[in-house]
């Protein structure tokens, strides 16, 4: 009922920025959180940060705090993740989910509450 597609990804020099995108097809689905994760090769998969249903509510991991900001677009089912600052171990392959039971304003950074997901899209940044 819900497919997830990410877009932006790409290559880019350490200091520089990057955006990425997700949009979120169906309607079944209205009041859910959707977040970022990120997994580099021999690593566990990491939260990058979620966004609540209403927009007031953030989480961020602590590695991108400060450098990384989350926004979303409920008229066209899509969240933005802004990366500023990048460094080379920002280097990840990007994934974009969606919790649909967080209701209005719940957000959360456990992989496990959230239901579907994105194909992912690469980010390298360079040294």
């Known amino acids: 009922q819900v497919h997830v597609v990410e877009s932006g990804g790409g290559l880019v020099q350490a200091g520089g920025s990057l955006k990425l995108s997700c949009a979120a097809s169906g309607r079944t689905i209205n009041t859910n959180a959707m977040g970022w994760f990120r997994q580099a090769p021999g690593r566990e998969r990491e939260f990058v940060g979620a966004i609540a249903w209403g927009g007031g509510n953030t989480l961020y991991g602590d590695s991108v705090k400060g450098r990384f900001t989350i926004s979303r677009d409920n008229a066209n089912n899509t969240v933005n993740l802004q990366m500023n600052s990048l460094k080379p171990e920002d280097t990840a392959v990007y994934y974009c989910?969606?919790?649909?039971?967080?209701?209005?304003?719940?957000?959360?950074?456990?992989?496990?509450?959230?239901?579907?997901w994105g194909q992912g899209t690469q980010v390298t940044v360079s040294s």
């Open positions: 989910a969606v919790d649909p039971y967080s209701g209005l304003n719940g957000v959360v950074r456990t992989a496990e509450s959230y239901t579907y």
